[in-house]
């Protein structure tokens, strides 16, 4: 699946987080990966993956940020957050429902 930034547009941040998550992409082709600037600097970035069922939330974090590791610091620490779901979790969780309708920053 592609990788898709669901609002807004794309900035050099942006591309060099996408660029970290290629490999991510490339390892896990039923990967959903979305990410979006909140503001000047905040980025969300959500993977939707059946490969973490049965992952607790650490193994998960731990496994996608060995692919976010790789992105250059200044744009990995606009990375605020990170949100790593199953499919069937998508309905559930309350970070993915600010993700798909996010309350505006006032930065």
Known sequence: MA????RGQSDETIEKIVG????????HPKAKIDLYRQ?????????VDPHFAGK???ERSQEA???LDNVPDEAHSDISTLILLT???LTK???????EDP???DL
């Open 3 to 6: 990788i898709s930034i669901p």
């Open 20 to 27: 970290g998550l290629r490999t991510y992409e490339a390892n």
């Open 39 to 47: 503001n000047p600097v905040s980025v969300r970035v959500r993977i």
């Open 56 to 58: 607790s939330k650490s």
């Open 65 to 67: 940020w060995k692919y």
């Open 87 to 89: 499919p069937d979790e």
């Open 93 to 99: 969780s309350f970070a993915n429902m600010d993700f």
């Open 103 to 105: 309350i505006p920053s």
